[in-house]
Every structure is written in structure tokens, then in C-alpha cells.
């Protein structure tokens, strides 16, 4: 048990579909944070969150639209996406942006 | 931008040898990472390197630092089972809040 928790834990949609993934963290962090993991490539960082506020946006996609509406939780919205986003997507939080992150279980997405 | 080369990529070893997993970076970083990740699973944090010289020990796992020569390295004694995992180090640039992931060595220990 991390602390950290990720809905849906697996997800299929097709390209004209709108969905949201979700974490939580129940380890009283301030920072935040959204991660891309596809096979073959190193993890990516998409998005960092501080104190609610955005403080990293490593030229997303516009498709892909982060929201942290407190600082325990932190969804990413999905919308007219494509298969190469198809991907393993992890949260994480740490107590301030500088320390160790921990990362939630991921929510494995296909996208048809 | 900093870039993490993690080498090797896949190490097949057998139980009870000793080997050594190297992360090198290219430009300045304050701070370095190594995580565990076991298939299907997610990351667990191994060790945090704060200062050039550090070094960590954590039973059969052991990380260090050269800030100098942007090099860390992540050894396994006496190799078990239950080691076998993807194993990622991640710096932190100088300055910037963001990490930088390897690509991962997997490790797998052959009984």
C-alpha cells in the first residue's frame, strides 16, 4: 500500500471518447504528479503539480488535460485521443517538489 | 536538457554473483534516484543520493554518487530471486524540479 491511488486501473477507449483518470493520495503531500509510460521508452514526465498549482507542462498535447482541484488529488482528462497514447499513466505525489516520489499503481490505457 | 543513459539494458544473472547496473547523466544534477519497478506493478523508491560521494546500503542493494563523473551505480551482491525487477535511475538537474528517468535495466536472476 503506497498511499497513492489510481481509478481506473485499466481502461479501453476508442479515439472519439471522453474519459478521466483519477488519483488520490492519502499521504498528505503538496506536489503532484502525472507520468507516461509506454514500452520502450524511458518514463515521461507530462505534468507537476505544487501547493494545486501547475508548475511543469512538458509540451503535452493539448488532448491530454491535467486537474488538481486540492492537493490530494489530481485527474487527467482524455479527450480525441490516439493510439500512440496508448500507455501505462502514473501518479505520483511527494511531500514537497524536491523529495521522493511515490508512485500510485498506474492506470494501463488502450486506446482503438 | 539532461539525458540518462542507463546501461545495461537487460542483465540475466544467476543467484549469488555480484554485478553492477551504471547510470551516467549529462549535465549538472543535485540530486539522483534509483527506483524499483516489478512487472505490472508500479515504482518503488530505492535510495535517494544527495551529495557527490554518497552511498547507500539497503540489504543486498547498494547506490553511489560521483557528481564528478555524472555516474551513479547500483550493485547487487550475492543475487536472489526476488531481485529480478526493472530498475530505473533518475536525476534531478540542477535547478529544475523535474526528474529524468532511464531507461531501465531488467534484471532477471536465474536460480
Redesign the interface.
Same mark, same amino acid.
Given at each position: 500500500e503506497t498511499g497513492v491511488t489510481q481509478t481506473p486501473r485499466h481502461l479501453v477507449m476508442g479515439m472519439t471518447n471522453k474519459k478521466s483518470l483519477k488519483c488520490e493520495q492519502h499521504l498528505g503531500h503538496n506536489a503532484m504528479y502525472w507520468y507516461k509510460q509506454s514500452a520502450k521508452k524511458p518514463l515521461e514526465l507530462m505534468f507537476v503539480y505544487s501547493l494545486e498549482e501547475r508548475v511543469e507542462n512538458n509540451s503535452v498535447p493539448s488532448r491530454f488535460s491535467p486537474e488538481c482541484p486540492n492537493s490530494s488529488h489530481l485527474f487527467l482528462h482524455l479527450h480525441t485521443l490516439q493510439p500512440e497514447d496508448s500507455a501505462l499513466y502514473l501518479c505520483a505525489s511527494s511531500p514537497d517538489i524536491e523529495e521522493t516520489q511515490y508512485f500510485g499503481p498506474g492506470t494501463r490505457l488502450l486506446v482503438l | 536538457e539532461l539525458k540518462?543513459e542507463q546501461n545495461p539494458l537487460f542483465l540475466s544473472m544467476q543467484e549469488g554473483k555480484n554485478y553492477t547496473i551504471y547510470c551516467n547523466y549529462s549535465t549538472t544534477s543535485d *540530486?539522483l !534516484?534509483w !527506483?524499483r519497478q516489478d512487472p505490472g506493478?508500479? @515504482? $518503488?523508491?530505492l535510495f535517494?543520493l544527495l551529495s557527490n560521494g554518497a552511498v547507500k546500503q539497503e540489504g543486498r542493494l547498494m547506490a553511489s554518487l560521483d557528481t564528478k563523473a555524472r555516474l551513479s551505480t547500483l550493485h547487487i551482491t550475492a543475487a536472489v530471486h526476488d531481485l529480478s525487477a526493472t530498475y &530505473?535511475c533518475?536525476p *534531478?538537474e540542477a535547478g529544475n $524540479?523535474? @526528474?529524468? &528517468?532511464?531507461?531501465?535495466t531488467r534484471l532477471t536472476i536465474i536460480p
Open positions: - | 540518462v *540530486r !534516484y !527506483y506493478k508500479s @515504482l $518503488e523508491s535517494v &530505473f533518475a *534531478r $524540479e523535474k @526528474l529524468t &528517468f532511464g531507461t531501465g
